[in-house]
């Protein structure tokens, strides 16, 4: 049997940080004093998982996210596997394993066996959601995001336009909701849904995301968007107090989870998962690629 090859990468995403974190490997203990044992004693599985998850807890999810131990697998002489279920409030959120070397000494975010490929394809399913390039592209690219989140906005803003340009009538671009904060995230992906309806979906989806801040703290500015678009506004408050796009958002998610989806953004190129609001130049680099073979 071939012997298999672990090698730590520095990888959190999606609920855990919200983005891709730029370190290979933490101190648990760095936040939180600890005495190191002596000679020859061992330090509880129980105790490190604690000191894990409350490191986790404090340096790396977003405000309001926890983490909680579901279980410990010891793997090998060297490191425990910690299963995780992250949540916000009363909402789980996901379940994730991350891992910590038996010294309690450092937490690792992700093993990645160098004997397999790192190339998967995902069979991401689109139904009805909204689409923008060329509809008949060989290079389909489908983006799961959630209004409130500041990395989705990010890309949303700052690189999806580079995209779009660079890449003119070659690609196809769909957007697909992945609500994860709470209802006030799953109401705004109702609301440009209801927005679509009067044939201003792109138009109040980019407003969205401009004011994040501004809409998660009020949601009465849904319809002052609307007005400001010059939309029915009447039409557009029956629409979002209906609820008759919430089952469509959520699912949307249903699909992203199924997909393997941890968090947002996560945006899949020919079912090739990237996550987080990498450069320009990582989706560029994959799309390109892409295009050769399909050329």
Not at 37 to 61: C, D, F, R, T, W
């Amino acid at each position: 049997m071939q012997k298999e090859v672990l090698v730590v990468v520095g990888l959190i995403v999606g609920l855990i940080a919200g983005m891709v974190i730029g370190y290979s490997i933490g101190s648990v203990n760095s936040t939180k004093p600890q005495t190191t044992p002596k000679k020859g004693e061992e330090i509880l599985p129980e105790e490190i998982a604690s000191n894990a998850v409350a490191y986790i807890n404090q340096n790396l999810l977003s405000p309001g996210i926890k983490s909680k131990l579901i279980d410990i697998t010891s793997l090998n002489q060297n490191l425990y596997k910690l299963d995780l279920e992250i949540y916000r409030g009363n909402t789980s959120l996901a379940k994730t394993s991350v891992y910590v070397t038996k010294d309690g000494n450092y937490l690792i975010l992700k093993l990645v066996n160098m004997n397999e490929s790192l190339v998967e394809r995902v069979d991401v399913s689109v139904d009805d959601d909204p689409w923008r390039g060329k509809d008949d592209a060989k290079i389909v690219v489908v983006e799961f995001s959630d209004y409130s989140c500041p990395y989705c906005a990010k890309f949303e803003l700052e690189i999806l336009p580079k995209l779009l340009e660079e890449y003119e009538g070659r690609v196809k671009f769909v957007f697909r909701d992945f609500p994860v904060h709470g209802e006030v995230a799953i109401k705004a992906a109702e609301a440009a849904n209801c927005a679509n309806e009067q044939g201003k979906y792109w138009e109040y989806h980019e407003l969205l995301f401009e004011k994040r801040l501004e809409w998660y703290q009020n949601t009465s500015k849904f319809e002052d968007y609307a007005a400001e678009l010059g939309l029915n506004v009447s039409k557009f408050k029956e629409c979002l107090d209906s609820d008759k796009y919430r089952e469509e958002v959520l699912l949307d998610r249903e699909d992203g989870v199924e997909a393997g989806v941890e968090g947002t953004p996560t945006i899949f190129i020919n079912g090739i998962k990237i996550v987080g609001a990498q450069p320009f130049e990582v989706f560029k680099e994959v799309i390109d690629q892409e295009l050769a073979k399909n050329s």
